[in-house]
């Protein structure tokens, strides 16, 4: 019986990484617009190709929002 | 356009075959503009998709509705936008600049579809030097990166405003930056709460399963100690967000409701670290992360907010950031909050005169429907004294200024303390109401059970006291009104009432007084009757007025145009449009003329329209014809709307025209209602609180700035919107103005949500009567307290979310 004491270790383990699934979600700023992601994951072509300037300011971009 | 509006003229255009406009779905009055086959409607939406085709951009066209097109502003000026050039602007409009790159965020009020979010992500292809463009739809914003070397602010507002998406830049934007999401720390909250409380529950159940005794003693001990592991966190963080209104309240000596639920947690948590480390029990850990979990949601369903609409808007969200300042004979532009008293300036065609000012030149012709909500030109000659909040109309003008922005006629309205004082004035919550009383009570019967059980053992009476407390903790109580004022809210949402929180729903329900303005309020600003006195017109002439109204964009000309019956397809030529007179041009070889008297050259003592009506004269070739008066309408279905309110509250019509609309405000309000005349802003917001002196519970609902004092002094402001998106001051709540019959529906819903609440109050009672008598009897385990917390929750959640489901059906709302 005392393996569960592993068990249960192990269960908090994997509840542990989604909390912390949960929590990057809202720090990345997931749950602030819940409308257009769902809108603009419909939109049929590829977005012009994209320089390497764009993942740079990407970057930026990203860096500002969690900066929030 | 607005979207509900836009389809119905496509479906009735649809019927009759009338051809629409590729861009934007107006109906196109012939197909002279046309691209391949493709109608537009003007010069304007025809230039935009010639821009969007040469970019291959017209998928803009197929992704969500088709024509989904903005008409772009005629008279696009783009020296209008020159203070972004300015180096100080930059940086107070800019959130993010890095050398060559700088990201800015845009409020675009006019967005509205799948279709806007498509293009104004592609920015990029429409410029190289924009590099990345992201919609956040629910706040009407976009984010827009770009190289500083290859397009500059100016240039990227003046590229969103070709497309027909102007962003809406204003004193107030600056000056607030940005709203940050409040809902964050709460979001946090829930997830640790909700892991917590997965996880105890887990835990606790081989104590509730395994018959007493049986469970083996360090299993006991590890249960416990990882469940006061888990629940660590929850009471540290997620308890915060009662604990801190609670002690906020306690210092301003209130009793919120907050403080008997943290009295409740302390007391759970207390005794369950007790019980934990003395080994003398289990705890009740999986009931204080149930109940912390199910209070946030109930937070957080609370909290809804309508990120695209501003509850908070004063005169900065209208006045322009920058004004042109003229010195000698340079013109410069400065910061609106350097303008001081005596300074010479330049207002443009559709510019706004930031402060009260004497006209030094030009003819000015000042358009107050920002101020009033009524859409007359008002003509100003040299030496006249202009108000602040007109937009000019027409030629520049040369002003100097007489008063600070600040003290100015209209804003100093802004002055007054009802703007200073905050949320005081409102009415007291009836839950924190109740608490007062709550506490005491339950704090009373704690003492009470406890001195009883004090003849047992002192142990025994710790036990009861704190077994109260938990028990007692009003957490059902506090889960009804955010469940049921949250359901009405959305439910108000869906039927365009936008409702800046759910105290304001609670407010509602009280009111017994409702106080309107009337000019933009009970008269709607657009859509008048258009009346003809003078000489009778031929059809021929008919056609060459109707031809030559098609030509303007102006709100007088298209009312013309609309109304008027029969073809219009003459051939116009030199064509002439000056802004704020009238537009004249050769139709089929006649000269004609419409517009003011003096524009028409119609003598002083030509035929007058009555007084409450906009004239238009005519004149073809030289005779005037006659006149053409566009009246105000009140809104639909007021009769019904005045008989209903008169029964139920005391109604009050503050108007800030003279009387002589008297007559038939009397017979939409009948004889007892009070009707006031020539009402300045303050003389509104004086009345207000004189009515709220009375002791009456006032409802105001106005539309213009100049109801903004009014709007604030009441306990609930309404502001009635044409487009929700673009104007409304500061007020509790916005009603879209096609909604407007169903007010009084509204108000009976508000109502009904609150006797929801008041039962689902009994409820919480009746739950908490059973468990104080398993308290008082110290008979209250784990166990019970497992079972009986969540079901109360649950259970009042469940009722008041199924009630005002039901109630809103009973009204017809949806």
């Given at each position: 019986m005392d393996v569960m004491f592993v068990l249960i270790g192990f269960s908090l383990l994997v509840a542990l990484v989604f909390l912390g699934a949960f929590l990057w979600a809202v720090r990345s700023g997931q749950y602030e617009d819940q409308y257009t992601p769902s809108v603009r994951m419909l939109f049929e072509e590829k977005r012009p190709a994209e320089s390497i300037e764009s993942t740079k300011e990407d970057a930026i971009q990203t860096e500002y929002r969690s900066k929030e | 356009m607005n979207p509900t509006e836009s389809s119905a003229t496509r479906a009735t255009a649809a019927v009759q075959g009338t051809l629409l406009c590729h861009h934007c779905g107006d109906v196109c009055d012939s197909a002279d503009i046309a691209i391949g086959g493709l109608a537009f409607c003007c010069n304007g939406c025809k230039t935009v998709y010639e821009l969007l085709s040469a970019k291959n951009l017209c998928t803009y066209y197929s992704v969500d509705q088709a024509m989904p097109g903005l008409t772009p502003k005629d008279h696009l000026y783009t020296r209008r936008y020159e203070f972004l050039d300015d180096e100080s602007v930059a940086a107070q409009l800019l959130d993010f600049s890095d050398g060559d790159m700088a990201v800015a965020t845009f409020n675009v009020p006019a967005m509205h579809c799948s279709s806007c979010i498509w293009l104004l992500e592609r920015m990029n292809?429409?410029?190289?030097?924009?590099?990345?463009?992201?919609?956040?739809?629910?706040?009407?914003?976009?984010?827009?990166?770009?190289?500083?070397?290859?397009?500059?602010?100016?240039?990227?507002?003046?590229?969103?405003t070709s497309i027909g998406y102007e962003p809406l830049i204003s004193l107030q934007s600056a000056v607030e930056k940005r709203r940050h999401s409040t809902n964050r720390q709460l979001y946090?909250?829930?997830?640790?709460?909700?892991?917590?409380?997965?996880?105890?529950?887990?835990?606790?159940?081989?104590?509730?399963?395994?018959?007493?005794?049986?469970?083996?003693?360090?299993?006991?001990?590890?249960?416990?100690?990882?469940?006061?592991?888990?629940?660590?966190?929850?009471?540290?963080?997620?308890?915060?967000?009662?604990?801190?209104?609670?002690?906020?309240?306690?210092?301003?000596?209130?009793?919120?409701?907050?403080?008997?639920?943290?009295?409740?947690?302390?007391?759970?948590?207390?005794?369950?670290?007790?019980?934990?480390?003395?080994?003398?029990?289990?705890?009740?850990?999986?009931?204080?992360?149930?109940?912390?979990?199910?209070?946030?949601?109930g937070r957080i369903f609370q909290k809804k907010s309508y990120d695209a609409l501003s509850f908070e808007r004063d005169f900065r969200s209208y006045f322009p950031l920058w004004v042109t300042l003229k010195d000698q004979d340079r013109e410069q532009s400065i910061p609106l909050t350097k303008l001081k008293v005596g300074d010479r300036i330049v207002v443009r065609n559709l510019e706004l005169i930031p402060a009260d000012a004497v006209l030094l030149r030009?003819?000015?012709?000042?358009?107050?429907?920002?101020?009033?909500?009524?859409?007359?030109?008002?003509?100003?000659?040299?030496?006249d004294m202009i108000y602040a909040g007109g937009r000019q109309s027409g030629q520049a003008i040369e002003l100097e200024v007489l008063k600070d922005i600040s003290q100015s006629y209209l804003t100093r309205l802004w002055n007054n303390d009802v703007f200073t004082k905050d949320a005081d004035v409102r009415l007291p919550l009836l839950i924190n109401n109740i608490s007062k009383y709550f506490t005491a009570v339950v704090i009373a019967i704690a003492f009470i059970a406890g001195a009883f059980w004090l003849g047992v053992g002192a142990g025994a009476a710790t036990m009861v006291f704190t077994a109260v407390l938990i028990v007692a903790c009003p957490c059902a109580l506090a889960l009804s009104s955010p469940f049921a004022f949250g359901s009405a809210q959305r439910i108000f949402g869906n039927n365009q009432l936008y409702v800046k929180n759910t105290e304001t729903i609670e407010a509602l329900s009280r009111i017994d007084t409702v106080v309107f303005d009337k000019t933009g309020t009970l008269t709607r600003a657009s859509l008048p009757s258009v009346e003809y006195h003078g000489t009778p017109l031929t059809p021929d002439e008919r056609m060459k007025i109707k031809s030559l109204a098609r030509q303007s964009a102006h709100a007088l000309s298209r009312q013309l145009f609309s109304t008027l019956e029969g073809p219009a397809g003459l051939p116009v030529t030199g064509y002439d449009e000056a802004a704020g007179k009238g537009i004249a041009a050769l139709v089929d070889g006649a000269m004609v003329r419409i517009g003011s008297r003096s524009w028409t050259g119609a003598p002083a003592d030509a035929v007058l329209p009555p007084q409450e009506h906009s004239a238009v004269y005519v004149a073809i070739d030289g005779s005037v014809r006659g006149v053409f008066s566009v009246a105000n309408n009140y809104r639909k279905g007021l009769d019904t709307l005045a008989a209903t309110l008169r029964e139920r509250y005391t109604c009050v019509v503050l108007s800030g025209d003279d009387d002589r609309e008297e007559a038939t405000l009397r017979g939409f309000f009948g004889p007892e209602t009070e009707l006031r005349f020539s009402q300045t802003p303050e003389d509104k917001m004086r009345r207000i609180m004189e009515l709220r002196a009375e002791g009456r519970h006032v409802l105001m609902v106005g539309d213009g700035l100049n109801d903004a004092g009014a709007l604030k002094a009441a306990q609930v402001g309404v502001s009635v919107s044409e487009d929700i998106n673009t104007f409304s001051p500061a007020c509790d709540a916005i009603l879209s103005a096609d909604r407007f019959h169903a007010f009084p529906r509204f108000l009976r819903y508000a109502a009904s949500s609150m006797t929801i609440v008041h039962t689902s109050f009994a409820i919480s009672f009746a739950y908490n009567i059973v468990g104080l008598t398993f308290a008082v009897m110290g008979l209250l385990s784990p166990l019970v307290s497992a079972i009986l917390m969540p079901v109360s929750s649950v259970s009042v959640v469940a009722f008041t979310t199924v009630a005002t489901r039901l109630m809103a059906k009973r009204e017809g709302l949806h």
């Open positions: - | 292809s429409l410029h190289p030097g924009v590099l990345k463009s992201q919609v956040h739809f629910p706040r009407k914003e976009v984010t827009i990166t770009w190289r500083r070397s290859a397009i500059t602010l100016r240039e990227v507002v003046v590229l969103m946090y909250r829930i997830g640790i709460a909700g892991f917590a409380f997965g996880n105890v529950m887990l835990l606790s159940f081989p104590e509730y399963l395994a018959p007493i005794g049986t469970l083996p003693a360090h299993f006991r001990a590890f249960f416990g100690i990882v469940n006061l592991a888990l629940s660590i966190p929850v009471f540290f963080y997620s308890c915060w967000e009662f604990f801190r209104p609670a002690w906020i309240g306690l210092k301003q000596r209130h009793l919120p409701i907050d403080v008997p639920i943290s009295l409740g947690i302390v007391m759970l948590f207390g005794r369950s670290v007790y019980e934990i480390l003395s080994q003398t029990g289990p705890g009740f850990l999986d009931s204080f992360c149930g109940l912390i979990f199910f209070m946030l949601i030009g003819e000015a012709n000042v358009d107050y429907s920002f101020v009033t909500g009524e859409s007359t030109l008002v003509p100003k000659r040299s030496g």
